[in-house]
């Protein structure tokens, strides 16, 4: 191993993700000391390249951080002008008035963005101030000091081959070190998973959920375009089969994105929820919208819907959790992105004040207590027993019982408390032999596609030779359990298709995995009910490249 050995440079602060939390923390800490060094390894082959959100965006997040993005030329251009909900039938749908919702479902003031291109800003910015950032660096291990604490990260390797031994030009990648490591990955970060079990960080605390999103952006007929123009729907098609719903957003360009969202604690393993989606788009509000219209792009992404008693501890010796590593979304206002910068900053703020206080690899405590107490634990207990209505009650009492929480909460007070989550999603999925399977529509080419033609528009790409990222703790699991218990529910619940069920030539079942079609969703990761697969970082570069989600 010795002509392996990996070099190691030194920092104040390494960063892992150059998301909105990532990114935040490092304009913040060079805004306090142009002195240290900071650096923020990212695992796309370039910033935004793996950045997918809805996005309708609250500034403050952008207000308390760099209070003159206007002038700077942040690529917030459509303000949100009108606001609508609906609840969907097959056929028809009933407008849900705006003014029996709480304030802060209000979008007045907020603006529809491509997060990719707001993070592609907002590392311009990190450069200007001196922050080392480096695309296409997945960071593979974490490195650990002598008394058990986060010294570092390895980045970069290169060159495996296929059974995971090194080929003809591998690199070993480097170790970054630093006296404080920060984990922004996004949602189910492979290095954050592991230091939550390693440091048992989600002790006392409900367990996290999760939805999957996916997202196309269409071309639409300028006639049918309003800029500026948010529409959310629930309903049809998901009924009682699971939580969710979609999301419309007039952004410039005559563009709109569409998405929609299913809750992966769905108990149906039947439910596929890539088809799910497109069915929606067959409906008539959004068919005639589409109607002779292109898609010209697809992605998504597990979104974490747990909220506040679903938070970790954020900070263990050398490290903190930021943003959606943590899991700050505000389930019912579809933001996390405002608490994520919020929280890159306040971790900035800790880690610098500990380094003047010459300290290093302990626990940022100050970060903790202030995502907490501060304006995202504000954000975020108004809301918090919002998800778990939903998911123990239905959609109904999660809109009624749902909103009258929330305006008393604005009030400053419960009659609830805090309500919990009980099972994780994996947990929630039943039997196969308990449930209908459920009829899709084939797609038709014009408004719902399948899901590899979908894939293209992800441009995702992976070295062949490489190990696969997907990594199974069992590989005999899939077809012994899933196939004859749960129905086999990995061929659907992956919006990439990267798994399938095929027959060899005895006739037997055979479990395949197409890594190179997976869009880093890792839904997988979250739903798979055996708990078999295990999401790993590829190597870098690889994965989609998202011009503008």
């Known amino acids: 191993m010795s002509e392996h050995t990996r070099e190691a440079m030194e920092y104040d602060v390494v960063i892992v993700g150059a998301g909105p939390a990532g990114l935040s923390a490092a304009i913040r800490l060079k805004q306090l000391d142009a002195e240290l060094n900071v650096v923020v390894l990212e695992k796309g082959s370039e910033v935004g390249a793996h950045i997918l959100s809805g996005a309708v965006l609250d500034p403050c997040g952008l207000d ?129 998973k592991e230091v939550i079990d390693k440091y048992d960080l989600s002790k006392g605390k409900e367990p996290q959920k999760f939805g999957l999103g996916m997202k196309e952006i269409w071309e639409i007929d300028p006639a049918k375009h309003k800029e500026g123009s948010v529409t959310h729907t629930m309903g049809w098609p998901l009924g009682s089969n699971a939580g969710g719903g979609s999301f419309i957003y007039h952004l410039d360009n005559n563009q709109v994105y569409v998405g929609f969202v299913v809750h992966l604690n769905y108990e149906n393993p039947h439910l596929y929820p890539y088809m799910e989606f497109q069915r929606f788009k067959h409906h008539p509000m959004v068919a005639e919208l589409l109607r002779g219209g292109k898609r010209v792009a697809y992605g998504a992404r597990a979104i974490s819907e747990g909220g506040y008693q679903s938070m970790p501890k954020m900070v263990a010796p050398g490290v903190a959790l930021l943003g959606c590593s943590v899991g700050m979304v505000n389930v019912p206002r579809i933001k996390g992105n405002h ?161 399938e069920f095929v027959k060899d030539e005895k006739g037997d079942d055979k479990f395949v995995i197409n890594f190179q079609n997976c869009v880093h969703c890792k839904t997988c990761d979250i739903k798979d009910p055996s708990q078999n697969i295990n999401w790993t970082v590829p190597q870098g570069g690889d994965g989609p490249n998202y011009p503008n989600m």
């Open 64 to 192: 308390a951080l760099i209070p003159d993005w206007k002038e700077k030329g942040a690529p917030l251009n459509v303000p949100v002008k009108d606001d609508n909900f609906y609840m969907l039938g097959e056929a028809g749908q009933i407008r849900i008035p705006n003014w029996p919702m709480p304030p802060l479902m209000n979008n007045h003031g907020n603006y529809i963005v491509s997060m990719g291109n707001v993070c592609r800003w907002m590392a311009e910015q990190a450069e200007e101030l001196g922050v080392e950032i480096f695309p296409g660096m997945a960071c593979s291990e974490i490195v650990y000091g002598d008394n058990g604490e986060v010294k570092g990260v390895v980045a970069g390797e290169f060159g495996k081959n296929s059974d995971g031994t090194p080929g003809p030009g591998y690199e070993p990648g480097m170790e970054l070190h630093g006296k404080y490591v920060f984990l922004s990955e996004g949602v189910r970060g492979s290095l954050a």
């Open 339 to 499: 608490n994520a910068m919020l929280s890159g900053k306040a971790a900035a703020e800790a880690a610098y004040a500990a380094i003047q206080d010459g300290r290093a690899s302990d626990e940022l405590t100050a970060y903790e207590t202030e995502v907490r107490e501060g304006a995202i634990g504000t954000d975020l207990k108004k809301v918090r027993n919002v998800k778990p209505l939903w998911s123990q009650r239905g959609l109904l009492a999660s809109l009624t019982v749902g909103g009258f929480d929330m305006w008393t909460n604005t009030l400053g007070f419960s009659l609830l408390g805090t309500m919990g989550h009980g099972k994780t999603d994996a947990e929630a999925t039943g039997e196969a032999k308990n449930f209908k399977p459920i009829d899709y529509p084939k797609p038709d080419g014009k408004l719902s596609f399948d899901r590899l033609t979908n894939v293209s528009f992800a441009a995702t790409n992976h070295e062949e030779s490489q190990p696969a990222h997907l990594k199974l703790k069992d590989p005999s699991i899939p077809v012994s359990v899933n196939l004859p218990k749960y129905g086999g529910p990995s061929a659907r619940y992956c919006p990439a298709g990267v798994y």
